[in-house]
Nanobody
Framework: VQLQASGGGQVQAGGSLRLSCEAS????????MGWFRQAPGKEREFVGA????????YYAESVKGRFTISRDKSENAVYLQMNSLKPEDTAIYYC???????????????WGQGTLVTVSS
């Protein structure tokens, strides 16, 4: 499957962005779609995930209450709504697909190309 992420950009602190990730094929109900990010000089970290079938969502503590993941099954797309953005949210954001729920990047087998989010103070 190919994943195409988009929606990144530059925003001031306190602002919002909505990232999108479209899959080239139908996503099966058992799959998990995750969002990760990687800041310069840092390891890739888990941001959030959604169980495709039931829609349960999971978030890293650092984004809980500010970020929201949603999906559109008909479009095979997953979204990351980011509100109250902070400079420390600056990173390349990736969407990825896993066969089961995990917060570890290694468990995700399909990755999008990443989209850059820059938050200025």
């Amino acid at each position: 499957v190919q994943l195409q992420a988009s929606g990144g950009g530059q925003v001031q602190a306190g602002g919002s962005l909505r990232l999108s990730c479209e899959a080239s094929i139908r996503i099966f109900s058992s799959a998990v779609m995750g969002w990760f990010r990687q800041a310069p000089g840092k390891e890739r970290e888990f941001v959030g995930a959604i169980r495709w079938g039931v829609g349960n969502t999971y978030y890293a503590e650092s984004v809980k209450g500010r970020f929201t993941i949603s999906r559109d099954k008909s479009e095979n797309a997953v979204y990351l709504q980011m509100n109250s953005l902070k400079p420390e949210d600056t990173a390349i954001y990736y969407c990825a697909r896993a066969l089961e729920l995990s917060f570890a990047p290694a468990q995700y087998k399909d990755w999008g190309q990443g989209t850059l989010v820059t938050v200025s103070s």
